[in-house]
């Protein structure tokens, strides 16, 4: 079914009555949009009282490789 078919048919639909097409309006932003502005405006804090030398996935690495020097000490 082409655009002008689908045009035709919600003409005639409103016209007589029967229904009235609308179409969606597509959100703005994504759920992942979303989560990712969040992550980035945590990420600000690290990384401005770092002076921009450490960012939240520096952290987790960091944190991950001292969390595995340790468990091998133990």
Do not use: C
């Not at 921009?52 to 468990?71: A, K």
């Amino acid at each position: 079914m082409g655009d002008s078919d689908i045009k035709a048919l919600a003409d005639y639909a409103r016209t007589n009555g029967l229904f009235s097409l609308a179409r969606a309006i597509p959100s703005k932003r994504t759920l992942f949009q979303d989560v990712a502005g969040t992550f980035q405006s945590y990420n600000r804090s690290p990384k401005h009282m770092t002076g921009g030398e450490l960012d939240i996935p520096g952290l987790v690495f960091v944190s991950l490789l001292v969390s595995g020097i340790w468990q091998i000490a133990r």
